[in-house]
């Protein structure tokens, strides 16, 4: 089968490689389908919602591989790379996706942990005696 559109999904510390071929609407996430790889209903509805927005969600088949990060930053992942491969297959998805914002990469990110600190901003009990 040949690909029809790539899109490179980032969110926090996950990334996802997607791939779009033409097909029935099956959905596979690391060799999983996505049903049995995603823990909650919402995550699964996360991933794929730039396929029900764009209506295209019995057109394409979805192979996806993702690695890093917990079960939600996957889901992130997902869809921000099935939704760069949907505007690389069509230019006309792109409008509904961008006004969805699920073109734009969310780039919240855990921050560090600071020396002579317990956390990244908590800081140790302070004793005045």
């Not at 997902?78 to 969310?106: M, P, Y």
């Not at 020396?115 to 009990?125: C, D, P, S, T, V």
């Amino acid at each position: 089968m040949k690909n029809l559109g790539m899109g490179t999904g980032r969110r926090k510390t996950a990334v996802a490689r997607v791939y779009i071929r033409q097909g029935s609407g099956k959905i596979l996430i690391n060799d999983k389908e996505a049903e049995k790889y995603f823990a909650t209903q919402e995550q699964l509805q996360m991933a794929v919602r730039p396929l029900m927005i764009t209506a295209s969600d019995s057109k394409y088949d979805v192979i996806v591989n993702v690695q890093g990060g917990g079960l939600n930053g996957q889901a992130g992942a997902c869809s921000h790379g099935i939704a760069r491969a949907l505007a690389q297959v069509d230019v006309e998805n792109r409008a509904s996706l961008k006004a969805n914002h699920l073109l734009s990469r969310d780039s919240r990110m855990v921050e560090r942990k600071k020396y002579g600190q317990r956390g990244a901003r908590r800081r140790f009990q302070f004793s005045k005696r």
